[in-house]
């Protein structure tokens, strides 16, 4: 009789997100949720408003497979003010489920068995999986705390003949880091001499801090052909439920990930879609009073992380905060977020579902802080405990 293994050999080299299972503890033993990247408070009302509109007015069937035209269009007038890009939203734009999917069809339609994918560590979970699942090859290129900069030259080494792609993600989950000029300008160099593709994820680029600013890829000289730009409206207007992200990339490549996007998912909910143009028409003032807002989080965040005297990375952009627990004596991250659910009552990631290996990341816990000033306050009532155990 034969016997046939059931399952892909793919799925053996990957586990199941760290980062949603966290969410499913919180739930399990009532822990504050600072896990899992999702504001807990209300997106803008006029958002809302627009969802509603849309469904009434009957835009409950497909959009067209790569987005609604109008809101398409309302990208590229966004684009171009905020970027300075000017994307042709006809040949350019493709809307998405999430800015998950965005980057799973961006690799099936780029990627072929051999070819390598450069990732920096430590890195958003969903990447490598996605390379696997690409028949790529990933190679991995660390970030040193506590700043989170890179090696040239180990950068330098990671390029090669098969190096088809690097992902770059900035402002970076889980760090918090913001890549500078110099360092897109040697990524760029580097991707000229190899001729590789950058597939960038720009998600958190209005959270910045400290009057940094956000440099995307395709605005580098000669790397707009070159750049697959991926974003969505989950970070920005606090909708992660909706579903809506967006590609920008040459018509070429554009045409390669439509066709994969198709197969994949037919397309993102259509009323949401319409409802988006309203996000993409706010105005200057939106995003400053956004970015003000994650900075007072921020501020509120790392006082409590002063008071039970832990170390940490101060993030230059997004919403987590990156933490030393070494301190502690856990032999691995995941048990010290399991101990810190059930025990103190407050969710976090472990770092070692940032790292290829695990133990890299024992001595790290990520923490999410796009949160109701309440749920902040009950996270630091509840931390406060592990004061005691810092000066034991």
């Not at 068995?113 to 390379?131: L, M, R, T």
């Not at 680029?205 to 956000?214: C, F, Q, T």
């Not at 006082?303 to 032999?331: C, K, T």
Request: charged share 20%; net charge negative.
């Amino acid at each position: 009789m034969i016997q046939k293994k059931k399952t892909s050999a793919k799925v053996d080299q990957f586990t199941e997100s760290v980062i949603r299972e966290m969410t499913r503890v919180a739930m399990k033993y009532g822990a504050v949720n600072l896990a899992q990247g999702f504001p807990d408070f209300s997106c803008p009302s006029e958002l809302k408003q627009a969802a509603c509109d849309a469904i009434a007015e009957d835009i409950n069937q497909y959009a067209l497979t790569w987005g609604d035209r109008s809101f398409r269009h309302a990208i590229a007038q966004k684009v171009r003010w905020y970027l300075g890009l000017d994307v042709d939203p006809e040949r350019q734009i493709t809307v998405t489920c999430g800015s998950t999917e965005a980057m799973a069809a961006t690799m099936l339609a780029t990627i072929d068995p051999g070819d390598e994918v450069i990732i920096f560590e430590p890195f958003y979970e969903n990447y490598a999986p996605d390379a696997i699942l690409a028949n790529a090859t990933p190679r991995y290129v660390t970030l040193h705390p506590p700043h989170w900069t890179f090696d040239q030259a180990e950068l330098r080494q990671a390029f090669n003949e098969h190096t088809k792609a690097i992902i770059i993600n900035t402002p970076h989950n889980p760090t918090g880091k913001v890549f500078t000029r110099e360092e897109l300008a040697l990524i760029a160099e580097l991707c000229h001499q190899w001729d590789a593709l950058v597939f960038t994820d720009e998600i958190y680029e209005h959270i910045l801090y400290d009057d940094r600013k956000h440099i995307a890829m395709a605005t580098l000289p000669g790397m707009e052909e070159r750049t697959v730009t991926i974003n969505g409206l989950s970070k920005t207007y606090s909708i992660t439920g909706w579903r809506v992200g967006y590609i920008l990339a040459n018509p070429e490549l554009t045409e390669a990930i439509r066709k994969v996007h198709d197969f994949l998912t037919i397309g993102a909910p259509a009323p949401l879609q319409r409802a988006g143009v309203t996000a993409m028409q706010f105005p200057i003032d939106y995003y400053n009073n956004l970015a003000a807002l994650y900075h007072e989080k921020r501020s509120t965040f790392l006082q409590i992380l002063d008071q039970i005297e832990i170390p940490y990375s101060i993030p230059q952009g997004a919403y987590y905060v990156m933490a030393d627990i070494s301190q502690f004596g856990y032999s691995s991250s995941l048990e010290f977020a399991y101990y810190l659910s059930q025990e103190i009552g407050v969710a976090a990631v472990p770092g070692s579902s940032f790292f290829r290996q695990p133990e890299d990341g024992r001595s790290l816990i990520r923490f999410c802080f796009s949160k109701r000033p309440e749920t902040l306050q009950a996270a630091r009532e509840r931390l406060l405990q592990l004061r005691q155990i810092v000066r034991a």
